[in-house]
Nanobody, 115 residues
């Protein structure tokens, strides 16, 4: 089993920044994918950014140039630096972990961007 613990959400004003963190524990193998999805009220969960163990990265078009994903394999952690936040970024952000054909989700952390 894999457990994911997220932190770093909150309420910010448009244009401000936040950094999300997620730490994985449990049965972790070297080859995996870690990242972030989000779900806004009334919308489906969508990809934000994911990163493989070999540092291949995929971003949603809506966050390119504003968000940066990174990971620390030694700490089994993934981070999401979010800059120039917009009201449309308001959502619950979920940490994502996949390995050996299985997927795991964090409990979610709320990010609210509002003036």
């Amino acid at each position: 089993q894999v457990q994911l613990v997220e932190s770093g959400g909150g309420l910010v004003q448009p244009g401000e920044s936040l950094r999300l963190s997620c730490a994985a524990s449990g049965s972790i193998f070297t080859r995996n994918v870690m990242g972030w999805y989000r779900q806004a009220p009334g919308k489906q969960r969508e990809l934000v950014a994911i990163m493989t163990h070999s540092e291949d990265i995929n971003y949603a078009d809506s966050v390119k140039g504003r968000f940066t994903i990174s990971r620390d394999n030694a700490k089994r952690a993934v981070y999401l630096q979010m800059n120039s936040l917009k009201p449309d970024d308001t959502a619950v952000y979920y940490c994502y972990f996949a390995q050996l054909g299985s997927r795991h989700w964090g409990q979610g952390t709320q990010v609210t961007v509002s003036s």
